[in-house]
T-cell receptor
Framework: GAGVSQSPRYKVAKRGQDVALRCDPI?????LFWYQQALGQGPEFLTY????????KSGLPSDRFFAERPEGSVSTLKIQRTQQEDSAVYLC??????????????FGPGTRLTVL | LAKTTQPISMDSYEGQEVNITCSHN???????ITWYQQFPSQGPRFIIQ???TKVTNEVASLFIPADRKSSTLSLPRVSLSDTAVYYC??????????FGIGTKLQVIP
């Protein structure tokens, strides 16, 4: 594809529901990142994959958040038992090589999650 | 981790050159300086990156003094479409940098 795609673009969930957010990175990109962006704030790092290996999940806010990238391409961020404080835009980014600030990140448009 | 400080907001008229300065006093030897731009309802987009001295591309210039404790993003002749949030990142990996709240640039007609 031409860029990173994410689906759905918008998701409304009732408190307590589980949600799954999908990211399709640029084909061949080794690194994949998930970020959470609250209103008026910059993106905050959640987790990092190098191919299928989740090398860093230090930014996941609780054990209700889970991410996977089983075949080293598409990734899914799952949030269980959603809470109102989970409302945010979830951004996915990929880069060609392993994580380094020397590598440009390509971001998707994000999924806006609203928990009622 | 290198902490960055940049203005929260700036206004500029169309056609002017805009300079956004980012302070990073505790930058480490292997840290890069990278700027991203973000429009509403979009993900951030890479603008420019540098390690030292001056870097220029078709969009912007990045000036880095010898001590590397600050950097300046220069946008020549801004237009309304340059209204966005600009983030200064300093570090060696994306796992360890923070975007912060960025600088909200408003271009005025």
């Amino acid at each position: 594809g031409a860029g990173v795609s994410q689906s759905p673009r918008y998701k409304v969930a009732k408190r307590g529901q589980d949600v799954a957010l999908r990211c399709d990175p640029i084909s061949g990109h080794v690194s994949l990142f998930w970020y959470q962006q609250a209103l008026g704030q910059g993106p905050e790092f959640l987790t990092y994959f190098q191919n299928e290996a989740q090398l860093d999940k230090s930014g996941l806010p609780s054990d209700r958040f889970f991410a996977e990238r089983p075949e080293g391409s598409v990734s899914t961020l799952k949030i269980q038992r959603t809470q109102q404080e989970d409302s945010a835009v979830y951004l996915c980014a990929s880069s060609l090589r392993r994580d380094s600030l020397n590598n440009e990140q390509f971001f998707g448009p994000g999924t806006r999650l609203t928990v009622l | 981790l290198a902490k960055t400080t940049q203005p929260i907001s700036m206004d500029s008229y169309e056609g002017q050159e805009v300079n956004i300065t980012c302070s990073h006093n505790n930058i480490a030897t292997n840290d890069y300086i990278t700027w991203y731009q973000q429009f509403p309802s979009q993900g951030p987009r890479f603008i420019i990156q540098g390690y030292k001295t001056k870097v220029t591309n078709e969009v912007a210039s990045l000036f880095i003094p010898a001590d590397r404790k600050s950097s300046t993003l220069s946008l020549p002749r801004v237009s309304l479409s340059d209204t966005a949030v600009y983030y200064c990142l300093v570090g060696s990996t994306y796992q360890k940098v923070t975007f912060g709240i960025g600088t909200k640039l408003q271009v005025i007609p």
